[in-house]
Nanobody, 119 residues
């Protein structure tokens, strides 16, 4: 069994910051990319940021220069530092972990953490 658990969401005022964390545990032996998606009510899920096992990153245009993704391979943990938050960043944020299951590439997902940006 593999568990993917996010933490760090909450309510923040516009212009504020939050740091999300996501830890993978259990029967997981090798992790490739890790990332964050988000989904707002009535909208499609979208990629926010992705980081490879070697540290290469990609970001959605809407969060470039405001969000930073990083990872700690020793802890199987990925982080998302979110600065200069805007109301449009309000979403449920989901962590993704790319590994394998029964020898087949598989993406694990966390349960999601709510981020609300409001005054």
């Amino acid at each position: 069994q593999v568990q993917v658990v996010e933490s760090g969401g909450g309510l923040v005022q516009p212009g504020g910051s939050l740091r999300l964390s996501c830890a993978a545990s259990g029967s997981i032996f090798s992790i490739n990319a890790m990332g964050w998606d988000r989904q707002a009510p009535g909208k499609q899920r979208e990629l926010v940021a992705l980081i490879s096992s070697g540290g290469s990153t990609i970001y959605a245009d809407s969060v470039k220069d405001r969000f930073t993704i990083s990872r700690d391979n020793a802890k199987n943990t990925v982080y998302l530092q979110m600065n200069s938050l805007k109301p449009e960043d309000t979403s449920v944020y989901y962590c993704s972990v790319d590994s394998s299951r029964n020898g087949i590439p598989f993406r694990y997902w966390g349960q999601g953490t709510q981020v609300t940006v409001s005054s």
